[in-house]
């Protein structure tokens, strides 16, 4: 891999409602600290020197908006480029992959409902797919206990089995991959929609899948506590308490 192709670029896919927040602006660009959600992710993604350039994925008739919003928050200098998304977070990866320039041969894809990621996760990832990975996910061990059960809308679910915890991880981004192995899998899974071949297939949930789904081979590195995704109201009280804390010893 060259120099240029070892230098990456992250897709932040930002089109969603993320409506498990409650009513009103679209996840992304709740606050934190007084600061959208996406800056702060964003933000994380530009302080690491592994990174060159980051393509948000914006809904499509409000990118004008987040243009400014970046912009007013300091982030004019560095390569951000603001793209229209799409319905689905996959397609919105595929169009924010779009706008990526041939010769980067890393991309990293991050949900920006991880606003507080440590750089040292984001290197890490980076370094994995430079050092030879096709796909690579941060993740942490699950503290609790797992149950699998048979879904039952309703009433009490039946429990199937119980994982053994020492082999599960929750899984977190950035994840990171070659350029080429990226877009060959979202090539092929807009193949098999187009087809209307997904049908009983499971759901993917993240790129990562994507690449699983189609035989290739996914690796883990050390995630970090504070890479949570602020889903619901609780997390938002959490990622606020971080933040602080951060301010508080000048880490941020």
Same mark, same amino acid.
């Given at each position: 891999?060259?120099?240029?192709? %070892?230098?990456?670029?992250?897709?932040?896919?930002?089109?969603?409602?993320?409506?498990? *927040?409650?009513?009103? /602006?679209?996840?992304?660009?709740? #606050?934190?600290?007084?600061?959208?959600? =996406?800056?702060?992710?964003?933000?994380?993604?530009? $302080?690491?020197?592994?990174?060159?350039?980051?393509?948000?994925? %914006?809904?499509?008739?409000?990118?004008? +908006? &987040?243009?400014?919003?970046?912009?007013?928050?300091?982030? +004019?200098?560095?390569?951000?480029?603001?793209?229209?998304?799409?319905?689905?977070?996959?397609?919105?990866?595929?169009?924010?992959?779009? /706008?990526?320039?041939?010769?980067?041969?890393?991309? =990293?894809?991050?949900?920006?409902?991880?606003? *507080?990621?440590? &750089?040292?996760?984001?290197?890490?990832?980076?370094?994995?797919?430079?050092?030879? %990975?096709?796909?690579?996910?941060?993740?942490?061990?699950?503290?609790?206990?797992?149950?699998?059960?048979?879904?039952?809308?309703?009433?009490? +679910?039946?429990?199937? #089995?119980?994982?053994?915890?020492?082999? =599960? $991880? %929750?899984?977190?981004?950035?994840?990171?991959? $070659?350029?080429?192995?990226?877009?060959?899998?979202?090539?092929?899974?807009?193949?098999?929609?187009?087809?209307?071949?997904?049908?009983?297939?499971?759901?993917?949930?993240?790129?990562?899948?994507?690449?699983?789904?189609?035989?290739?081979?996914?690796?883990?590195v050390p995630g970090h506590e504070e890479a949570f995704k602020v889903t619901r109201p609780l997390d938002l009280v959490l990622a606020e308490a971080v933040l602080a804390r951060r301010r508080a010893a000048d880490a941020y």
């Amino acid at each position: 891999m060259n120099a240029t192709g %070892a230098i990456a670029a992250a897709v932040v896919p930002a089109a969603g409602r993320g409506e498990r *927040l409650g009513p009103g /602006a679209p996840k992304a660009l709740r #606050d934190l600290g007084g600061v959208p959600l =996406l800056v702060h992710a964003v933000r994380a993604l530009t $302080r690491s020197r592994a990174v060159g350039l980051v393509v948000v994925a %914006a809904p499509a008739d409000g990118v004008a +908006e &987040v243009v400014a919003l970046l912009d007013s928050h300091g982030l +004019e200098g560095k390569d951000i480029r603001v793209v229209a998304g799409g319905d689905t977070r996959q397609e919105s990866v595929r169009l924010g992959l779009a /706008a990526i320039p041939a010769e980067v041969g890393i991309v =990293l894809v991050h949900d920006a409902a991880r606003p *507080l990621v440590p &750089v040292e996760v984001v290197d890490a990832v980076a370094a994995a797919v430079r050092a030879g %990975a096709e796909a690579v996910v941060p993740a942490v061990p699950l503290a609790d206990t797992v149950k699998r059960v048979e879904p039952v809308r309703g009433g009490p +679910e039946p429990v199937l #089995d119980t994982p053994d915890r020492a082999t =599960l $991880r %929750a899984v977190q981004t950035p994840q990171g991959f $070659r350029r080429d192995t990226l877009a060959e899998v979202h090539a092929k899974a807009l193949a098999e929609e187009s087809a209307g071949v997904e049908g009983g297939l499971p759901p993917v949930t993240d790129d990562a899948g994507l690449v699983e789904r189609f035989g290739g081979r996914v690796v883990v590195v050390p995630g970090h506590e504070e890479a949570f995704k602020v889903t619901r109201p609780l997390d938002l009280v959490l990622a606020e308490a971080v933040l602080a804390r951060r301010r508080a010893a000048d880490a941020y």
